[in-house]
């Protein structure tokens, strides 16, 4: 007989760990413990089927029990939940949900999946009916009843994260009116707020309400079918629906009771092999902690596809395979409307707490080439170290083509590449796919060109009123949006001009997007002027969060 | 003054090398000889005019000759041309097309950007009227022209390349009968032959006439508006309109003519930084040889992106700085209908010509996941060293999410990744963008399950009676599709039949698509068989070459 694996949680990690652990090894024993009612089901498609976009419930169910069993032979018990371990006998207590009994099960390893659960701060009337969390398939099971039975007409979405986008489009797509509240002054606190500005603009074209920097303060009973939302500064929401989708915490009361290392950010403390402090208890998923590559740090990411690698790895590892957990880079992508935001590595944010040198470059570049119909611009920026050039992050926001430059310069960051790296990349083009010179690439030039000193960059928030801060537009771009203080010479009649520039200041060129600016800063520094150009000109300035 | 920068030929390669010399030198004289009648145009565009997808012929010119000169100060000088160079002296004789003088230009350093020309056999006939090549504006006015003043119903395209694939899919899009003829078996040469069967299929679904391994003999005098193409066959085809898109080949004459090397392929041999043999003179895009980075041959690619990176670095080792161009990996897209084509690296023809140790995988990975609508598979196949796993190709057809794997694995070659980083990669995942693992991953798995030897690859060529086939689709599917003298046990029975199994002969394992035939090589080798996986199953067998 071989090992005995029990596997607490059988969704993404718990399901991939199984899976692999019955292909490395047919004699081990395997038994996955889930909680709740169901094997492996699609979590990432809850908010499509509350919209209805999938159409079909049992579409969400992509693991079949009978396939666990018959063809990897997984011994799966759902609504069984394990309440105990005990190390030193190397044994859990698990509970029949059904019927309450509670037996012993021995194991060789352990591998604890139990995943993150929502957050649910203690704020008064947080209990009330008619406030749900987006967990698992009961949860939108009870959303979708409440709302026909009491054929709701509005919602109030309480966060502003990936699942609190995702629910506040699709009850939208519904036809509920969606007020979205969140506390921070930005929506995809993953991202930089800057590149979030077009989303806060394209959800309110959408209809949607949008309250930022204003947390709840408590739920209070109300005529209509949910409790009224009051928040920290008095606005009082009403709606027949309040979903709750303010981030999420690992579930750790297991291994904590276990006396497992817990980490400062409150998720099981791994190793490269997913190993937690006791050799023989593995631990994947959402619960976990995990390295950031980009940083350094311990990071939480609560994600399907590092969930599924996790589990993979353990499972080598448990029947002594040499696997090794590279960490996280915490590439991410969601959709809003018609909006794609997606982000890899590091945002800025996160390297100004790091305390990691970085630039950033921001451009506008198309999906595909102007001359084909349907081109979208996008909103790309790309994080490097400005000694090495080294690629720390990527963030894109657009109609089309996002999700591809993303995974683009991810695969780029996974393999250490540089900013030059990023100008030679060779990249599909023809007319509907892209560009001769790809975002990509241009994110690159522009990056390299200031390592290199041809074109240093700066930033809206370094413009300096001791500076001669030059435009380069044309009058009628200047008429429509004027920069204070900016003196306009369009980039055309520069070299004629070029007299008027001062010898005396640093000259600060900007433009639309920062490409004619780019050729300011050229001629300018040719002819022994000190300049920077404005990364992504008048286009980022309009995107600068507010306030 | 600074030096005098003379450019042949203004598309692509040499706008591009202009505009980079004017950012790095203020001072330079830069001059561009172009012999056709207009700037930069959008050569990639010109089958979409035809089609009327680009409505409008304005938006070709891309480049406006008033924006070289008033933003880039570049003397342009279209409906010139350069007839002759004289390395002595450093001088190149100049026609003007307009007015027939000829005038002598004096160059510090000589860029020869010439392009490629249609090739044109000397097959009788061949110069007919109503036989049209496209490669500029003109070209393309001509077809327009002939297809409104004849009221052209039907067209015969020689060639399935990119021009001939697209321009098929623009006239039959304009209503047009289309046949197109190519002598080898396959359209789109540079991927391998079971990539473009599906291909194939779908232009003959679309209403194309297609004829493979089937050239052209000659063209005869018809009835109709243009020649009677007749082929090596004996096969004629009539029509009102004769496409000749066959390929391309270097235009050297100039170069050749002035002693400049030339390389075995026929293009202008270049060092690394577009260096030609005489130390003044550097030539860029569709006329020079260039490295293959892959094989470290020699190679032919006329594609933009490339020739507008050569285009940057002439400028700069112009300039005096350090840049080398790092060869090409043939990054390469097309549509057809609603199939997207696209590669990078090598093909499989090609290693096996450059004697390269390699394996590949074949598999169908999804562009989002199935319980998200409007799912479509793609076919993907992945080329690698079966020893170090180095990622040396790839190729994909499919109706979505194509280019974007191939743009992630171009990044991978061109950063030297193995399959055991496809594995690892961290790409974008949401319900309607991709998987939790992603094709680029699984085509990662499936290789590395190969080096590891958890589960040997094979394939459909190397199938042998003396073997065991071993078949583990359901009974349903096996009735479908049946495959001769293979033994059928569906998977899920597998461990109860594993006494049917020879202990004597190899099991070669197939199933659908690969999947479940990899379960059951993992069964099998952990009992103690020798078992092989037929990479992509039914469905690569499916996309076999025929014949």
């Known amino acids: 007989m071989g090992q005995r694996v029990l596997i607490v949680g059988g969704v993404a ?34 908010p499509y089927h509350v919209g209805g976009v999938i159409a079909e419930r049992r579409r969400l169910l992509v693991t079949k029990p009978e396939l666990l069993r018959d063809r990897f032979r997984i011994d799966l018990r759902t609504r069984h939940e394990v309440t105990r371990i005990n190390r030193a006998e190397r044994t859990v207590e698990v509970r029949d949900l059904e019927s309450g009994s509670v037996i012993t099960e021995r194991y060789d390893a352990l591998v604890l999946s139990p995943g993150a659960a929502p957050l649910r701060p203690p704020l008064p009337g947080i209990d009330s009916e008619g406030i749900f969390s987006v967990r698992n398939i009961p949860d939108v099971d009870a959303i979708n009843g409440w709302i026909e039975t ?48 077009e989303v806060h603009t394209h959800l309110r074209e959408r209809g949607v309400n949008l309250c930022l920097r204003d947390g ?46 817990i980490g400062d950010l409150g998720g099981i403390r791994i190793d490269e092999q997913m190993r937690t ?99 979208h611009l996008m909103h790309l920026k790309v994080l490097f170290d400005p000694g090495s050039g080294r690629v720390l992050g990527a963030q894109c926001v657009g109609r089309a083509g996002v999700d591809k430059r993303i995974d ?62 030059l435009d380069v537009r044309s009058e009628r771009e200047v008429k429509r949006s004027p920069v204070p203080n900016a003196v306009n010479i369009p980039i055309d009649d520069l070299r004629e001009r070029i007299g008027e520039m001062p010898r005396d200041r640093e000259i600060q060129a900007l433009c639309d997007t920062g490409f004619r600016s780019y050729l300011a800063v050229r001629i ?8 920077r150009n404005v990364s992504g000109g008048i286009q980022s300035k309009e995107r600068l969060p507010v306030g």
């Open 216 to 261: 709840v303060a408590r739920f209070e009973p109300s005529g209509g079918a949910a409790p009224t939302v009051v928040t920290q500064s008095g606005v009082r929401h009403e709606s027949d629906l309040v979903i709750l989708a303010i981030g999420v915490k690992p579930e750790i009361g297991l291994a904590r009771e276990a006396g497992l290392e």
């Open 408 to 469: 683009v310069i991810a695969m780029a960051i996974q393999m250490g590449a540089t900013v030059f790296d990023l100008e030679e990349a060779e990249l599909c083009y023809a007319p509907q796919f892209g560009a001769a010179k790809d975002g990509v690439n241009m994110a690159g030039f522009i990056a390299a060109n200031h390592i290199r000193g041809d074109s240093p960059l700066m930033h809206w928030g370094d413009v300096d009123n001791g500076s001669f801060l």
């Open 277 to 375: 402090s006791d050799p023989s208890i593995f631990a994947v998923g959402d619960a976990v902690e995990v390295r950031d590559v980009v940083t350094g740090d311990w990071t939480l990411l609560p994600l399907a596809g590092p969930a599924n690698r996790q589990g993979r790895i353990a499972a080598d590892v448990i029947f002594g395979r040499e696997a090794r957990f590279r960490g996280v880079q915490g590439t991410a992508v969601v959709g809003v409307f018609d909006l794609t935001i997606a982000s890899t590595g590091a945002s800025e944010k996160r390297l100004r707490r790091a305390g990691i040198p970085h630039e950033k470059v921001y451009l506008f570049p198309p999906d595909h080439v102007g001359y084909y119909p349907g081109r």
């Open 524 to 531: 300018l520094k040719q002819a022994g002027f000190r300049a």
């Open 150 to 197: 009491r054929t709701a007409k509005s919602a109030v979405v309480v966060g502003g994260g990936f699942i609190g986008l995702e629910m506040a489009e699709n009850l939208v797509h519904r036809g509920l009116s969606v007020t979205l509240v969140e506390m921070l002054d930005q929506v995809m606190p993953p991202l930089d707020p800057e590149m979030v500005s």
């Open 13 to 46: 990690g718990g399901a991939s760990c199984a899976a692999r652990a019955r292909r490395i090894s047919e004699d081990a024993e395997i038994v996955v413990f889930e909680r709740g009612p169901y094997a492996s089901f699609a979590n990432c498609g809850l």
